[in-house]
Every structure is written in structure tokens, then in C-alpha cells.
């Protein structure tokens, strides 16, 4: 079957640096999304990544190893206004995608 | 810019009960989706539409139909409304496949059924 891990919960200090894993087996690969979503509100989208390697954007960062099935979201400067629970999602063959159950990220003064 | 919009935000059914979500996306999306999410769980896509007059089954469509008439909208609805079917719904749309499928969500329906 497809799978998508994620950690359920992480916390960390503001302005410190916290990386958020996600580890995944699906039939086919076409890309690697992660998203942001507050509390009661809907998805935003954060980054794409289809090939190897990081992708930077700010103070998010994301990292792709397809022979790993593995990817990282990288977030720097943590801000309380992060505080939010991340979304990694994997485009398989079909192009359907596959979502990961989220990590709830907790920002402390 | 209204992006996407779903109607109504929240709802109270009984079982066996009947409702229609509204979604609506003003920026001319080809690709619009029908998710629920559940505590726990990741989203799961419920029927999704590549197109007007369109649509296909996605992950858990049973107890749910969909309807794409014109291109901005697409609605979800359920006929005999169970317990099961209590969940957040979020609608989506996107110009296409994968490098330019970036979803844009809806606000999302809270949905409980008794």
C-alpha cells in the first residue's frame, strides 16, 4: 500500500531552527509538496520538489532524496506565527496525491 | 481575489438527512477536488473533476456524488447522511498535474452528523 510518515507532533523555541521529516512509499513518484495549514484554517501551499536535492524559499527550506523516499522541511528564525501543523504530500503515478497525517509544529516563547 | 469558496462553513444533519457543499473557484482551474479530513488522518480525496461536465471517484467516494455543470463550480453531495460522514470537507482546484498542481483550498465545511 502507500504510505506517508510524518511525526505527530513536534515543538520548538522561536527563533530556533526545526526540521520536519517525512518518509514515504507510493506507487510511482512525480513530485513532493508540502503544505502549511493553521488551526481551522485550510492548506497553503509551501514548496514543491521533484528532483534531488534542497530547495530554498525564505526562511522554509525543503530537501527531496527519492532513492530514500525521504524529505525534509526545513524552517529557520521560528517565528510564533508558525505555529501550525505541516502537510508532506506525495504525487504518486496516477497523479492522485497521497497525504501524510500532518505534524503539528508548537512554537514556544 | 475570492479564490475558492465553499458553501456553507458549518452544518448540523441528521442521519439520513440530505446537503449539498457549494464550491466555487474564480480563477479559471480546470482540476477541482473534494477532500475530507479527519483528526488523525491525512486528507482523503473523496471524487475529484479534471473538467466541466467531468468527474471520477477518488479514495473514499462511497455515500457521496458529485456534480461539475459549469466549470467554477463543483458540489458535493450526500444523499442519506451518516455519522461517518461527520468531518472537516475542503474543496480544491488547480490548473493541472503535478509541477503546476498546486492545490488552492476553500475555507472548508464543518459538517456533523447526529
Known amino acids: 500500500g502507500q504510505n506517508i510518515d510524518q511525526p505527530t507532533e513536534m515543538t520548538a523555541t522561536e527563533g530556533a531552527i526545526v526540521q520536519i521529516n517525512c518518509t514515504y512509499q507510493?506507487?510511482?513518484?512525480?513530485?513532493l509538496f508540502w503544505y502549511q495549514q493553521h488551526a481551522g484554517e485550510a492548506p497553503t501551499f509551501l514548496s514543491y520538489?521533484?528532483l534531488d536535492g534542497l530547495e530554498e524559499k525564505g526562511r522554509f527550506s525543503s530537501f527531496l532524496s527519492r532513492s530514500k523516499g525521504y524529505s525534509y522541511l526545513l524552517l529557520k528564525e521560528l517565528q510564533m506565527k508558525d505555529s501550525a501543523s505541516y502537510l508532506c504530500a506525495v504525487m504518486d503515478s496516477n497523479y492522485q496525491l497521497i497525504w501524510g497525517a500532518g505534524t503539528k509544529l508548537i512554537i514556544k516563547p | 481575489n475570492a479564490g475558492v469558496t465553499q458553501t456553507p462553513k458549518f452544518r448540523v444533519l441528521k442521519t439520513g438527512q440530505s446537503m449539498t457543499l457549494l464550491c466555487a473557484q474564480d480563477m479559471n482551474h480546470e482540476y477541482m477536488y473534494w477532500y475530507r479530513q479527519d483528526p488523525g488522518m491525512g486528507l482523503r480525496l473523496i471524487h475529484y473533476s479534471v473538467g466541466e461536465g467531468t468527474t471520477a471517484k477518488g479514495e473514499v467516494p462511497d455515500g457521496y456524488n458529485v456534480s461539475r455543470l459549469k466549470k467554477q463550480n463543483f458540489l458535493l453531495g450526500l444523499e442519506s447522511a451518516a455519522p461517518s460522514q461527520t468531518s472537516v470537507y475542503f474543496c480544491?482546484?488547480?490548473?493541472?498535474?503535478?509541477?503546476?498542481?498546486?492545490?488552492?483550498f476553500g475555507e472548508g465545511s464543518r459538517l456533523t452528523v447526529l
Open positions: 520538489n521533484v
Open positions: 507510493t506507487s510511482g513518484f512525480n513530485g
Open positions: 480544491a482546484s488547480s490548473t493541472g498535474r503535478a509541477e503546476s498542481g498546486e492545490l488552492f
